[in-house]
């Protein structure tokens, strides 16, 4: 089993002491998202849990507590963007999150650590020759502390139509998009960087940019030495490639404050949400009810332990 922390909310930014208390317990609650009144309990026990993903704009409050997670495999996808707080309002700027970045990179490894930059939004501030200057920037900087940048280009989900308007972002055309895979391709690879895109229905092979698997079972062969036996992740969009895991965040509790993010789609929900945090408590910003049906959710390790991929 492979657990996602988190697609839905910012764990290591936010709830790194609720989950490394989960971690240290063995278990988790996770709220179904399309029937509030499901609860699964999930176990956390090293032997099940294959790998951990991290998805994040700013890990440095689980940074200096990785002890924490001895016996367990992970890495980080590591979003780094750098729009102004017209977009993402809370977070630090961007060199404080670049050292960041290479910060988690000398101490786990540069193939442990992912950069992403993503979503590529186009206005009359972020213009194209904007997003050439200010990914170069960041490419150079972390040219030595990771092997490779996945982007992805603006989704207009109608659940983000409040937050973005007034922003002048619209949806990009096919030739905007090539034009910009064409400068970050040339950028990424004259500094040594392997790019793909996340979850894109664009061919982009003509500049050598591929599809990710940003939950990735060839990266998670690699951490543990031996192949794995996950399937595809059903539940996402037909063009991502992930492999299937378990998410573990709640939607409408981060606190990053991007106008794009399809996560946060309700503010007074998010307000409820984030006064219920509770770092000892099983469930994410929330407590089980009586109305709440609690189930022990079936999982198990999918590693292959008769094919042994490295010595």
Same mark, same amino acid.
């Given at each position: ?5 988190? =697609?839905?909310?910012? !764990? ?12 240290? *317990? ?5 709220? /179904? ?24 704009? /700013? ?27 017209? #977009?993402?309002? /809370? ?18 490894? @540069?193939? @442990? ?12 501030? $972020? ?17 030595? $502390? ?31 998009? *090539?034009?910009?895979?064409? %400068? ?18 664009? +061919? ?8 990710? %698997?940003?939950? +990735? ?15 595809? +992740?059903?539940?996402? =969009? ?12 709640? $939607? ?18 998010? %307000? ?14 929330? %407590? ?5 049906? !609690? ?11 008769? #094919?042994?991929?490295?010595?």
């Amino acid at each position: 089993m492979i657990i996602s922390a988190s =697609r839905r909310t910012d !764990v290591p930014a936010y709830f790194s002491d609720w989950f490394l208390k989960r971690i240290q *317990e063995g278990y988790a609650y996770v709220r /179904n998202p399309m029937n509030a009144r499901q609860v699964s309990r999930i176990s956390l026990a090293p032997d099940v849990v294959d790998c951990i993903v991290f998805w994040s704009k /700013n890990p440095a409050p689980l940074a200096d507590k990785l002890e924490g997670l001895e016996g367990y495999a992970y890495y980080f996808q590591f979003t780094l963007n750098a729009y102004g707080r017209d #977009m993402e309002e /809370n977070l630090p700027p961007l060199d404080e999150r670049i050292d960041t970045f290479r910060r988690l990179s000398k101490r786990l490894g @540069r193939h @442990r650590v992912i950069w992403r930059y993503d979503p590529v939004i186009l206005n009359g501030r $972020y213009t194209l020759d904007w997003h050439g200057e200010r990914f170069g920037y960041i490419a150079d900087r972390l040219k030595n $502390y990771t092997e490779k940048v996945t982007i992805s280009f603006i989704d207009l989900y109608p659940k983000i139509a409040g937050s973005i308007r007034g922003k002048e972002i619209s949806a990009l055309s096919h030739g905007r998009k *090539e034009a910009l895979a064409e %400068r970050f391709a040339a950028i990424a690879h004259a500094q040594g960087l392997d790019i793909d895109t996340c979850a894109e229905d664009i +061919d982009l092979d003509a500049y050598g940019i591929g599809h990710a %698997r940003c939950i +990735d079972d060839r990266l998670v062969s690699r951490l543990l030495g031996c192949a794995m036996d996950t399937g595809k +992740d059903k539940s996402q =969009r037909p063009d991502c490639g992930c492999a299937a895991s378990i998410d573990i965040g709640l $939607y409408n509790t981060c606190q990053n404050g991007c106008v794009y993010c399809y996560a946060n789609h309700s503010p007074d929900t998010r %307000r409820r949400n984030l006064l219920a945090y509770d770092p000892d408590a099983p469930l994410l910003c929330g %407590r089980v009810t009586k109305q709440d049906k !609690v189930t022990e959710r079936k999982v198990k390790s999918e590693r292959n332990g008769q #094919m042994r991929l490295f010595p």
